[in-house]
């Protein structure tokens, strides 16, 4: 990642030493924060040799890693939608194609890691060249902001509570944590100037009339019933 801009500055009475001190002491803080990136970034790639069941430690390295804060463009605006700094230090895995493990799904989540992975060519603007325009990267960062919020273990407890009783626990998504993430998903894109009609379209890519039953729901929600 690049660094930051230099912040010191020379005083009238030309007080070099304090433009010095502060200079290097942010040099050493932005370099900490490099060294603690590359680290981290090193222990993502082995966590997805294991989880993406790649064949050699090579296959990790086509993975790039971006860093939340660092997003540009149409992922960029979304980032900023959540204005929480929590968030800066989610990384986003962009993982080749070829190495992707569920199918045309475009992205998920591993929020308990701080770690949002994207299929590399929806990633990309595959096709029209429009990168996301369902918003997933909302919704994953939603996952993320919740278990930041809650921690963990209520996390986890709310991914395995239902959320519309009468839906029953076999009907997925109906549950804490998706029903806020796509109510934020939802949110976003209607921000947008989105139309509810263009977002079921982009829906029904990957969910069938049962998801509907909780789906319809929270866009019922956001976009008025």
């Not at 993982?95 to 569920?102: F, N, R, S, Y």
Request: aromatic residues 12%; negative net charge.
């Amino acid at each position: 990642m690049p660094f930051g801009e230099n912040s010191g500055w020379l005083s009238s009475k030309g007080d070099v030493s304090v433009q010095t001190e502060t200079t290097g002491a942010d040099a050493v803080q932005e370099a900490g924060s490099e060294v603690d990136h590359q680290k981290r970034i090193h222990d993502l790639k082995s966590h997805l040799i294991e989880y993406l069941s790649l064949k050699s430690p090579e296959d990790a390295e086509k993975i790039t890693f971006v860093r939340a804060a660092d997003l540009s463009g149409d992922f960029g605006e979304q980032f900023r939608f959540f204005n929480d700094e929590r968030l800066n230090e989610t990384f986003v895995a962009v993982v080749p194609d070829e190495l992707w493990h569920k199918g045309g799904q475009p992205s998920e989540s591993s929020a308990d890691r701080g770690m949002i992975l994207f299929r590399g060519g929806y990633y990309d603007g595959e096709g029209d060249g429009i990168p996301d325009p369902s918003a997933w990267m909302t919704h994953e960062l939603a996952h993320c902001q919740r278990s930041i919020d809650v921690g963990d273990n209520e996390y986890n407890q709310e991914s395995e509570t239902q959320f519309f009783d009468d839906l029953g626990p076999d009907t997925y998504p109906n549950n804490q944590v998706e029903e806020q993430a796509f109510g934020r998903q939802f949110a976003y894109l209607k921000d947008k100037k989105v139309e509810r009609e263009e977002v079921t379209e982009l829906l029904e890519e990957h969910y069938g009339p049962d998801d509907f039953k909780f789906l319809n729901r929270i866009l019922d929600r956001v976009y008025g019933s």
